[in-house]
């Protein structure tokens, strides 16, 4: 039922229940004191989650968080038990840190004895999980974890312009929270603040914004908009496809991403078969999800190469090239939680309003602090230029600027300029050059392009080591450069490459 909660609502709070360790029969009341939504009502939702767990066990599967609780349980009993995991895992590494949830920090625990080599990053102004469990101050406790740990804080930002990380340093000051962050980039613009008086106006604004901002050096992949709600992208994807701007699909996001890298971190054909029988049919994955449809391009991929040497890697190179995958260029819409861990040029934050910023949902104050950490991570995904937008009306409700929304000053930021000794080693370098150098950067960077196309690491479309073969080589023709690389990647961009030597030669 959408109106009382739907299923994305009661998983949700199915894990935040498993996250805090706390059983369906208090999970509601826990949920109220947490001043979070209780979707269908306490007492149909106590039904449906004792129900969840009843169909587990009956069908006996378990998911993450009954795992993680079974290895806490056992562990707690059995002092072997945990000896035995701790051997086995001798050194940890945990990434997010930020994010961890109580029930994932108690597995720590268990996986951490006195001397580990355990090591932690995370950003606690980049915590914006709260909604499903996770717990901010856990990350506070973590330097106490164990006597000796050594913080290292890393308060450098090399993607943002000053400007840009100001903005954002304000506006978690405006909860009262404090941010560190320092550029180290020159000065850029001045981040654009801009008042619509209601969404049809705003919707304009936003579409001349990226018509504006697409030119001569930068492409529609560099632009994005981001906003609080889902609602509110799809507006702005109609408004902007109805103008003409091409948009890039889900393919861009992180579950397109990891698909990709699981597919291509496999080994051989095989391996590449297996992954896609698992995927396509088990039953357990819907056209919609990234796994599948990367899947379904395994599929095809070993059906067009049926003969011949083939893995991960040989799979991602044509996944780069093949017209019917790789993407055009685009301008992506996407929620700000969704965005966190990309970033571009250009980035347009709209509706950063009241009602929206902090999100009416957010009730207390724990939950108004995540909203204001949740805009801090949306403004610091724009490199180069920002602009933000709010209106005095959206749809039946009076708006007007985020409570969290800094004044925007026309003073401009400025570093200092790099020491004399680095501007003479820069300079030095750029003298002593050589044409070998200028060749490994310019092919770097075509890799680096082609696989911001296909959402994949730049090695997944050519190795270091073949790299470094064709500027020794300097193939000349197609098979020459299939013999330092492979017959798949000469057949599919061989053209490209030889244009870049050949251009390199002449140069």
Known sequence: DAKSGGIYDVLTAVDWAHAHMITPTKA?????????????????????????????KKRGVIDLNDFMTSVITEAKKDPRFTESIRFQYRHISVDEAQDMNPLQYEFLKVLVPNAADLFLVGDPNQAIYGFNGANKTLF????????????????????????????????LAKDGQIADAQSKRLSGQVVRLERCSDETAELKLITKLVQRAENGQRTWNDIAVLVRVNTLAESIRKELSAAGIPLRSSRSGGAWARAVGAATALTGRDELNAWAADVLDTGEYSPDDADYQIAKYVRQFLDEHRSGGVDGRTFGSWLVTSADVAEPDGVEVLTFHAAKGREWSYVIVAGMEKGLLPHSSARGAAARSEEARLAYVALTRAADELVVTWTDSRGKRQSGPSPFLPTITTATPTSDPPPPELRELSASRAKKITPDELLTTTINDWCTHRARIARIEPQGVLATRQVRAIVRARPQTTDELASVTDVVFARRYGEEILQIVRDAASN
């Open 140 to 171: 506070d406790e973590l330097p106490g974890f164990h006597a000796g740990a050594h913080v290292v804080s890393l308060p450098s930002n090399y993607r943002c312009t000053p400007e840009i990380v100001q903005m954002a340093v304000d506006t």
């Open 28 to 56: 509601a009341e826990k949920l109220a004191e947490a001043g979070l939504k209780i979707p269908l009502g306490a007492r149909r939702f106590t039904e449906v989650f004792e129900q969840y767990e009843r169909t587990k």
